[in-house]
Nanobody, 118 residues
Framework: QVQLVESGGGLVQPGGSLRLSCAASGITFSLARMGWYRQAPGKQRELVAHIYSSGYTDYADSVKGRFTISRDNAKNRVDLQMNSLEPEDTAVYYC????????????WGQGTQVTVSS
């Protein structure tokens, strides 16, 4: 059974920082492409960042230079460090795992709320 459990969301003032974590189980973590997505009220879910098994990363233009995705294969964990947060970053953030062992499968966490407000 695959589980992705996010933590670290909350309320932060503009310009502040938060660190999200996602603990994964039930997958071959080191081979999975891990990612963070977000969904704001009334909007579609959008990519924030990916990190591949090689360590290669890609980011949405809106978060480049402010957010950093990282992974710890020993702990089956992926983190998202978010700095210089803006009100527009307010959303539910979801952890995603994509595995491609014969067939490509996508898994999602339950989401964690991030609110940026003064």
């Amino acid at each position: 059974q695959v589980q992705l459990v996010e933590s670290g969301g909350g309320l932060v003032q503009p310009g502040g920082s938060l660190r999200l974590s996602c603990a994964a189980s039930g997958i071959t973590f080191s081979l999975a492409r891990m990612g963070w997505y977000r969904q704001a009220p009334g909007k579609q879910r959008e990519l924030v960042a990916h990190i591949y098994s090689s360590g290669y990363t890609d980011y949405a233009d809106s978060v480049k230079g402010r957010f950093t995705i990282s992974r710890d294969n020993a702990k089956n964990r992926v983190d998202l460090q978010m700095n210089s947060l803006e009100p527009e970053d307010t959303a539910v953030y979801y952890c995603n795992a994509r595995t491609s062992l014969g067939v490509t499968l996508n898994y999602w966490g339950q989401g964690t709320q991030v609110t940026v407000s003064s």
